[in-house]
């Protein structure tokens, strides 16, 4: 069975300081995605960073970088120089050989000025 | 592109109704996604589509919702009759797929909030 799991149903940070999100999945699958998307207030669901699971580096985007650690099967956000407009609920998300993709709970994150 | 599009973006109707939920995903994409949204049950995948024939639909709820995929560029959820609990936001979202290829992300539209009174 294919699942995540997001431990952190909220999360508060101050200003330009880094903030890791958790997230942890479950697959049998040797080939797989890792992804994560932000949720601000007006509720769109933006992609922010993907992994994939023979990939040997973290993945990067600008602030956001993927802690992917394979074999404790975790794939954590980190947000570096957190802005107030990081402020928003953010989702991991997995796909897998059944093309479906997989989304965890969510965090909330509050960055604090 | 100008993205996945989603019509109505807001609906209100009264318990019994039937509402129709639309959707038009990215030129191109062959992976169609509906997703519902709740506080209270988070993110839920109702059914999805790869070619436009529906793969997976046992995440929709029961036999009120139904869902088409007649082309590649539109997809409709119906729900029928409407009920109070059926509100929440509904997400649409297209991604393409190739074979055993997972690294293409899911591009999302606005969705519809849905309320039923």
């Known amino acids: 069975a294919q699942k995540i799991t997001q431990t952190q149903p909220g999360m508060f940070v101050q200003e330009k300081e880094a903030v890791t999100l958790d997230c942890t999945y479950d697959?049998?699958?040797?080939?797989?995605?890792l992804f994560w998307y932000k949720q601000p207030s007006s509720g769109e669901m933006i992609f922010l960073i993907y992994q994939g699971s023979y990939d040997q580096q973290n993945a990067t985007e600008g602030r956001y970088s993927l802690n992917f650690q394979k074999a404790r099967k975790s794939a954590n956000l980190v947000i570096s120089a957190s802005q107030l407009g990081d402020s928003a609920m953010y989702f991991c998300a997995m796909r897998a050989t059944g093309n479906q993709f997989y989304f965890g709970t969510g965090t909330s994150l509050t960055v604090i000025p | 592109d100008a993205g996945v599009i989603q019509s109505p973006r807001h609906e209100v109707t009264e318990m019994g109704q039937e509402v129709t939920l639309r959707c038009k995903p990215i030129s191109g994409h062959n992976s169609l996604f509906w997703y519902r949204q709740t506080m209270m049950r988070g993110l839920e995948l109702l059914i999805y589509?790869?070619?436009?024939?529906?793969?997976?639909d046992s995440g929709m709820p029961e036999d009120r919702f139904s869902a088409k995929m007649p082309n590649a560029s539109f997809s409709t959820l119906k729900i029928q009759p409407s009920e109070p609990r059926d509100s929440a936001v509904y997400f649409c979202a297209s991604s393409l797929w190739a074979g055993r290829s997972q690294n293409t992300e899911a591009f999302f539209g606005q969705g519809t909030r849905l309320t039923v009174v």
């Open positions: 589509f790869n070619n436009n024939v529906p793969i997976d």
């Open positions: 697959t049998s699958d040797p080939s797989y995605g």
